[in-house]
């Protein structure tokens, strides 16, 4: 429990909505990869910013079996 909450507080405290993606999953991207738009970039952004915190506290061991899952929710 110590653990996780502490790191629950870090990563509120980077940005709150990566918390929320955590929590809830990535945020949906309805635009065609063709048409994205700075919209839909600062989303793609922010879910790899997501992925990018969870996996910096795994040992190697841990990360060597996440390492293939492309969303927040696999990981």
């Given at each position: 429990p110590y653990r996780k909450d502490k790191?629950?507080?870090y990563i509120e405290?980077?940005?709150?909505?990566i918390w929320l993606i955590i929590t809830n999953?990535?945020?949906p991207i309805p635009i065609?990869?063709?048409?994205?738009?700075?919209v839909g970039l600062?989303?793609?952004?922010?879910n790899t910013k997501t992925r990018y915190t969870l996996t910096?506290?795994?040992s190697k061991n841990k990360y060597r079996?996440?390492?293939?899952?492309?969303t927040t929710k696999e990981i």
């Open positions: 790191m629950e507080m405290s980077i940005q709150y909505r999953g990535d945020i065609p990869e063709a048409k994205r738009t700075n600062t989303i793609m952004k922010i910096c506290i795994l079996k996440i390492c293939r899952l492309k």
